[in-house]
């Protein structure tokens, strides 16, 4: 955790002094996708949010809408915008766009038009100076997508808290206390709230009373959110292990040790879990004992979560690869090759597969075959 701090800042020290001498800064986000029959939306690492119609990937609209900036001290590129830039892949309604940033603020958007119905902002301005590095003050940065049900938004945040919102209005109903930045979306069933946390912890609250139920310490930080299927929460930590957890008492049934970080989302499908680490695995596991069925090898570190459909998995990997996989052997049906890492999880629509890649390109694939039917790429060439 300290050595993940330490980066952070070393990043964001560098992206500062960029920024003072003019330069568009380094990105501090990967892109996210969702997806449905009428509309692609991509966050992409301008910090804008992009939406594509699904035939074609033509633009339909981008938030917000800013002119390029003026380049300085032979630095050339646009200016960073006010907003995002975002890591976390937006949630959708009938009629809004729900998405968090790290500028500490959750906007909601028309879903046609792409204008601002509101946003909620964390803990006031969070748009730091140079110097604000060395203060005292919380980190804002939304970096987990905000999980909508029913009326309510569940937002969760790096200054240790959990915001409950409502989802017209976007006025805060309450919120909850953790110990450490949270990077994750919050779970939410009918009963429970569960909260992963940098510190260690899974939180588990009721939902009615919204008082602690259980805390499980997963021996290392909480980059990504659990996963619940039926009675059972799977959990990835940075101490190298996934824990397979009762979700009603936190009690333990098993933890699967890895090679390295366990960053992604488990996916549980059936009685099978997918379990990656960073270092490049992606692991198949008795969902029951946590036994190892098979694993694939990829070139490149794993941070997404594989999507999955009629027996296929589909897996991203920063060796610039998308893999078609068999969901119950591991081998492998097909692969797609992009053009830059590819970090997010992919999004399937029927018989359409999206994938975006860290240098901003949207593709939309076959997904029987991964043949590509159209890619949308934003820089100003276009």
Request: glycine share 8%; with cysteine.
């Amino acid at each position: 955790m300290k050595y993940a701090k330490r980066l952070a800042l070393g990043l964001i020290f560098v992206a500062a002094v960029l920024t003072i001498a003019g330069c568009t800064p380094i990105s501090t986000a990967w892109p996210g996708l969702a997806a449905d029959s009428e509309t692609v939306y991509a966050t992409l690492l301008d910090g804008k949010i992009h939406a594509l119609n699904p035939e074609n990937g033509n633009e339909m609209w981008v938030f917000p809408q800013e002119p390029a900036g003026k380049s300085g001290l032979g630095c050339s590129g646009p200016a960073q915008p006010s907003v995002g830039p975002f890591y976390a892949n937006p949630v959708l309604t009938e009629e809004s766009i729900f998405v968090g940033g790290y500028d500490g603020k959750v906007y909601a958007l028309n879903r046609t038009s792409g204008t601002k119905q509101w946003e909620f902002t964390i803990l006031g301005e969070t748009r730091s100076s140079f110097f604000a590095l060395f203060s005292e003050k919380k980190v804002t940065y939304v970096i987990g997508s905000p999980t909508l049900e029913g009326e309510t938004l569940y937002i969760s945040s790096a200054n240790e808290k959990l915001y409950v919102v409502d989802v017209t209005s976007g006025a805060k109903k309450w919120d909850f206390q953790v110990g450490d930045a949270i990077w994750t979306s919050p779970l939410v069933t009918k009963d429970h709230i569960y909260v992963a946390a940098m510190d260690h912890k899974l939180y588990c609250l009721d939902k009615e009373t919204r008082k602690e139920l259980w805390v499980f310490d997963a021996e290392g930080a909480i980059p990504s959110t659990p996963a619940l299927a039926g009675d059972t929460i799977y959990l990835a930590s940075l101490a190298r292990k996934v824990f397979a957890l009762n979700a009603n008492t936190g009690k333990q049934h098993w933890v699967f040790e890895m090679g390295s970080w366990a960053w992604a989302t488990p996916l549980a499908i059936s009685d099978t879990v997918y379990v990656s680490e960073v270092n490049g695995t992606l692991y198949a596991l008795n969902a029951e004992t946590g036994n190892e069925r098979w694993h694939f090898d990829t070139q490149g570190k794993i941070q997404a979560t594989p999507a999955y459909a009629n027996g296929t998995l589909y897996l991203a990997s920063e060796d610039m690869n998308l893999y078609a996989l068999d969901a119950a052997t591991g081998s492998q049906k097909w692969q797609f090759t992009a053009s830059a890492a590819l970090m997010s999880t992919p999004v399937l629509v029927n018989d359409t597969l999206y994938v975006v890649g860290m240098d901003n390109k949207v593709y939309a694939l076959d997904a029987e075959g991964g043949a590509q039917k159209w890619v949308y790429d934003p820089t100003p060439e276009k």
